[in-house]
C-alpha cells in the first residue's frame, strides 16, 4: 500500500436533510479543485442490508447513527490522516444495500466529511479541524429532500413523507439539531449565504498555503 505524506486539514459540514450541505460543499471542491479536496459523505458507510429482504429494508430508520458504519469511516480517515489511500464504500440508495465496488481515494491537503449526523459522533468530530453547521428552515429543507429523493433515488412521494414524519423529523430533532452546539461556524439561510462562503473560502485557501 503506497503512503503519502500528509498533513491533511479536516472540515465537517454538518445540517439536517436538505439544508444545504451539497451546495456548500461543491462551491469549495469547485473552488479549489479535486487535486486539493477529498470530499466523503457520511451517506457512503450506510450499513449494507443485502440479507434483510427489500420490504424490510423500507422499514429501517436510517437517520439513526446506528444505521451508518461511523466507525469504518474513521478508521478510513486516520489512515488518510497517516498518507494512506482508503477504500470508501459505494451505496444503492435504491436498494438499500451496498455496491460491490469501492471508490479508491488518495490523501490530499484538506478532507471535507458531510452528512447529518457527523456531529453526533466524539470519535469523529475529534478528528475535524474546522465544524461547520448549515441551517436551513424546516419547510425548505423538507421541500428539498422531496425534491431529491424523486429525481435521485426513485422514491414516491407517500413514502418520503412517510419517512419524513416516522423517521426523519424526529431524528432531526434527537441527533441533528442538538450537535449543532459542538459547531465552530454556523451558516445561517443555506448555501445561498455569500459572506459565509465568502470566509470558508478564504480560510482554507490559508491552511492550503501552509500545506
Not at 491533511?8 to 456548500?24: L, N, R, Y
Not at 429482504?53 to 488518510?80: G, V, Y
Not at 465552530?184 to 500545506?211: F, T, W, Y
Request: with cysteine; hydrophobic share 40%.
Amino acid at each position: 500500500m503506497k503512503k503519502t505524506k500528509t498533513n491533511a486539514f479536516i472540515i465537517g459540514v454538518a445540517g439536517g436533510s436538505g439544508a444545504g450541505k451539497t451546495t456548500v460543499v461543491n462551491l469549495i471542491c469547485n473552488h479549489f479543485g479535486q487535486q486539493n479536496i477529498l470530499r466523503i459523505e457520511h451517506d457512503s458507510y450506510y450499513r449494507d442490508l443485502k440479507h434483510m429482504p427489500f420490504a424490510d429494508r423500507l422499514k429501517q430508520n436510517f437517520d439513526h447513527p446506528a444505521s451508518l458504519e461511523t466507525e469504518l469511516l474513521i478508521r478510513h480517515l486516520k489512515a488518510l490522516l497517516k498518507g494512506y489511500p482508503a477504500q470508501i464504500p459505494q451505496y444503492n440508495f435504491a436498494e438499500h444495500i451496498r455496491k460491490n465496488t469501492h471508490l479508491e481515494v488518495q490523501p490530499t491537503p484538506v478532507i471535507i466529511i458531510d452528512g447529518i449526523l457527523i456531529f453526533s459522533e466524539l470519535e469523529l468530530r475529534e478528528l475535524m479541524d474546522v465544524k461547520i453547521f448549515v441551517d436551513t428552515d424546516d419547510d425548505v429543507r423538507l421541500l428539498r429532500r422531496i425534491q431529491r429523493d424523486i429525481s435521485e433515488r426513485k422514491r414516491d412521494l407517500d413514502s418520503i413523507l412517510l419517512q419524513y414524519e416516522t423517521y426523519v423529523r424526529p431524528m432531526h430533532l434527537k441527533f441533528v439539531e442538538p450537535s449543532k452546539r459542538y459547531s465552530d461556524v454556523i451558516i445561517p439561510h443555506g448555501g445561498k449565504n455569500e459572506v459565509a462562503q465568502d470566509m470558508l473560502i478564504s480560510m482554507i485557501q490559508r491552511q492550503l498555503d501552509l500545506c
